[in-house]
């Protein structure tokens, strides 16, 4: 097991324009250290060690609640399916993270410093050909806060399905569920 690059990003909670498809073309094929630090260095550095080796890469990102992981990781794939030429004109990323509406509402939950904050971890596996072009995204989820099921700290909340369960109790299709106001079920939707 070899350890890489770690890249410390920092969430400026504003887009700049250093993600585009220009900073993408200009990474692309550089070596590790003859530009800037930047999402696209790791991910030229993963793709180019994947494509020289022949073995699998793993990139992890990591960081407390609003550190901008989910777009680091979309920076991540949008960099794969430009630089490997992927055939399909829809975007990986776009595919991996159509998923994410419902994934975020069984996983994230309010807490004192993220009103959507993602309680649980993501796997992404990305799956590349013979001439190391994208054919396929794998994802999967792991809920990290069960306890909160059961209990929310103050000003803190339970996952956002609950919610949203109860705001359609009175819908035809949920009646069986017999569901309340959130404000009814003050217990469990605190």
Do not use: W
């Not at 498809?21 to 550095?45: C, K, L, R, T, W």
């Not at 909160?148 to 803190?156: A, C, G, L, T």
């Amino acid at each position: 097991l070899a350890i890489g690059i770690i890249l410390v990003a920092i969430n400026p909670y504003k887009q700049l324009p250093i993600y585009g498809d220009a900073i993408i073309h200009a990474y692309s094929g550089q070596n590790m250290g003859d530009m800037d630090p930047h999402i696209f260095a790791v991910a030229e550095e993963a793709y180019k060690q994947m494509a020289r080796n022949n073995k699998n890469q793993s990139i992890i990102v990591s960081g407390e609640s609003g550190a901008g992981k989910t777009v680091s990781a979309r920076y991540t794939m949008r960099y794969f399916a430009t630089v490997s030429k992927s055939s399909s004109n829809a975007h990986v990323e776009d595919k991996v993270l159509a998923s994410n509406p419902i994934t975020e509402a069984v996983g994230n939950a309010k807490t004192t410093r993220n009103d959507n904050s993602s309680r649980f971890g993501k796997y992404t596996e990305i799956s590349f050909d013979r001439s190391y072009q994208i054919i396929g995204a794998n994802m999967r989820t792991y809920l990290l806060e069960k306890s909160r099921v059961v209990f929310q700290s103050e000003n803190e909340r339970n996952y956002h399905i609950f919610y949203q369960l109860c705001a359609s109790a009175m819908q035809p299709e949920y009646e069986h569920l017999k569901l309340g106001r959130s404000q009814e079920n003050n217990l469990l939707f605190t």
